[in-house]
Protein backbone atom coordinates (compact mmCIF):
# COMPACT_ATOMS: atom_id res chain seq x y z
CA UNK A 1 0.00 0.00 0.00
CA UNK A 2 1.34 3.39 -0.70
CA UNK A 3 0.40 6.12 0.98
CA UNK A 4 0.84 10.11 -0.98
CA UNK A 5 0.72 13.11 1.45
CA UNK A 6 -0.04 16.68 0.00
CA UNK A 7 1.05 19.51 1.85
CA UNK A 8 1.22 23.36 0.24
CA UNK A 9 -2.53 24.25 -0.43
CA UNK A 10 -3.79 27.01 0.30
CA UNK A 11 -4.96 30.92 -0.93
CA UNK A 12 -3.47 33.05 -3.25
CA UNK A 13 -4.24 36.05 -5.09
CA UNK A 14 -4.03 36.30 -8.81
CA UNK A 15 -0.54 36.56 -10.02
CA UNK A 16 0.61 34.92 -6.99
CA UNK A 17 2.23 31.63 -6.49
CA UNK A 18 2.57 28.52 -4.45
CA UNK A 19 4.46 25.05 -3.84
CA UNK A 20 3.01 21.78 -3.97
CA UNK A 21 4.72 18.99 -2.26
CA UNK A 22 3.89 15.40 -1.91
CA UNK A 23 5.62 12.49 -0.41
CA UNK A 24 5.51 8.79 -1.22
CA UNK A 25 5.75 6.44 1.37
CA UNK A 26 5.03 2.49 1.49
CA UNK A 27 5.69 1.07 -1.43
CA UNK A 28 7.34 -2.13 -2.51
CA UNK A 29 8.15 -1.39 -6.09
CA UNK A 30 9.15 1.43 -7.78
CA UNK A 31 7.43 4.61 -8.72
CA UNK A 32 7.38 5.01 -12.77
CA UNK A 33 6.18 8.74 -12.81
CA UNK A 34 4.76 11.26 -10.44
CA UNK A 35 1.83 13.16 -11.70
CA UNK A 36 -0.40 16.28 -10.55
CA UNK A 37 -3.79 15.91 -11.37
CA UNK A 38 -6.30 18.65 -10.63
CA UNK A 39 -10.37 18.85 -10.46
CA UNK A 40 -12.57 21.81 -10.02
CA UNK A 41 -16.43 22.48 -8.91
CA UNK A 42 -18.75 20.93 -11.39
CA UNK A 43 -15.31 19.80 -13.55
CA UNK A 44 -13.97 16.27 -14.35
CA UNK A 45 -10.34 15.60 -13.17
CA UNK A 46 -7.55 16.96 -15.37
CA UNK A 47 -3.78 15.92 -15.92
CA UNK A 48 -1.79 19.03 -14.72
CA UNK A 49 1.66 17.90 -15.80
CA UNK A 50 3.36 14.62 -15.11
CA UNK A 51 7.47 13.57 -14.52
CA UNK A 52 8.54 10.12 -15.03
CA UNK A 53 11.57 8.79 -13.37
CA UNK A 54 13.99 9.57 -16.15
CA UNK A 55 12.69 12.99 -15.75
CA UNK A 56 10.81 13.36 -18.66
CA UNK A 57 7.79 16.08 -18.23
CA UNK A 58 4.32 16.44 -19.68
CA UNK A 59 1.81 19.22 -19.28
CA UNK A 60 -1.31 20.50 -19.93
CA UNK A 61 -1.58 23.54 -22.42
CA UNK A 62 -3.33 25.98 -19.39
CA UNK A 63 0.00 25.39 -16.84
CA UNK A 64 2.61 25.61 -19.88
CA UNK A 65 5.14 28.37 -19.07
CA UNK A 66 4.10 28.76 -15.60
CA UNK A 67 3.64 25.48 -13.38
CA UNK A 68 7.16 23.26 -12.87
CA UNK A 69 6.81 19.89 -12.10
CA UNK A 70 10.04 18.46 -10.68
CA UNK A 71 11.14 14.84 -8.44
CA UNK A 72 13.85 14.12 -6.05
CA UNK A 73 16.20 11.21 -7.40
CA UNK A 74 14.87 8.59 -5.45
CA UNK A 75 11.88 9.60 -6.56
CA UNK A 76 9.98 9.40 -3.74
CA UNK A 77 8.64 13.14 -3.23
CA UNK A 78 7.38 15.03 -6.21
CA UNK A 79 6.86 18.99 -5.94
CA UNK A 80 4.17 21.21 -8.53
CA UNK A 81 5.68 24.91 -8.43
CA UNK A 82 3.24 26.97 -9.22
CA UNK A 83 4.00 30.52 -10.41
CA UNK A 84 1.48 33.33 -12.16
CA UNK A 85 -1.52 31.99 -10.76
CA UNK A 86 -5.41 32.66 -12.62
CA UNK A 87 -8.68 32.02 -10.58
CA UNK A 88 -9.20 29.33 -13.17
CA UNK A 89 -6.13 27.54 -11.23
CA UNK A 90 -8.72 27.12 -8.47
CA UNK A 91 -9.05 23.48 -7.88
CA UNK A 92 -8.17 20.68 -5.56
CA UNK A 93 -5.50 19.07 -6.93
CA UNK A 94 -4.46 15.25 -6.20
CA UNK A 95 -0.51 13.64 -6.70
CA UNK A 96 -0.72 10.28 -8.35
CA UNK A 97 2.10 7.84 -8.61
CA UNK A 98 2.34 5.04 -10.92
CA UNK A 99 4.12 2.34 -9.63
CA UNK A 100 6.54 0.22 -12.04
CA UNK A 101 4.08 -3.08 -12.15
CA UNK A 102 2.21 -5.12 -14.88
CA UNK A 103 -0.38 -4.09 -14.64
CA UNK A 104 -0.08 -0.66 -13.89
CA UNK A 105 -0.74 0.47 -10.32
CA UNK A 106 -2.00 3.56 -9.64
CA UNK A 107 -2.23 5.47 -6.19
CA UNK A 108 -3.95 8.91 -5.30
CA UNK A 109 -3.63 11.22 -2.59
CA UNK A 110 -6.78 12.55 -0.63
CA UNK A 111 -5.95 16.17 -2.58
CA UNK A 112 -5.12 19.86 -1.50
CA UNK A 113 -7.55 22.87 -2.42
CA UNK A 114 -5.99 25.77 -4.22
CA UNK A 115 -7.81 28.73 -4.17
CA UNK A 116 -6.69 31.58 -6.47
CA UNK A 117 -8.68 34.72 -5.87
CA UNK A 118 -9.01 37.58 -8.36
Known amino acids: QVQLVESGGGLVQAGGSLRLSCAAS????????FGWYRQAPGKQRELVAV???????NYADSVKGRFTISRNNAMTTVALQMDSLKPEDTAVYYC????????????WGKGTLITVSS
Open 96 to 107: NAKLATIPVMDY
Open 26 to 33: GSRFSINA
Open 51 to 57: ISSGGIT
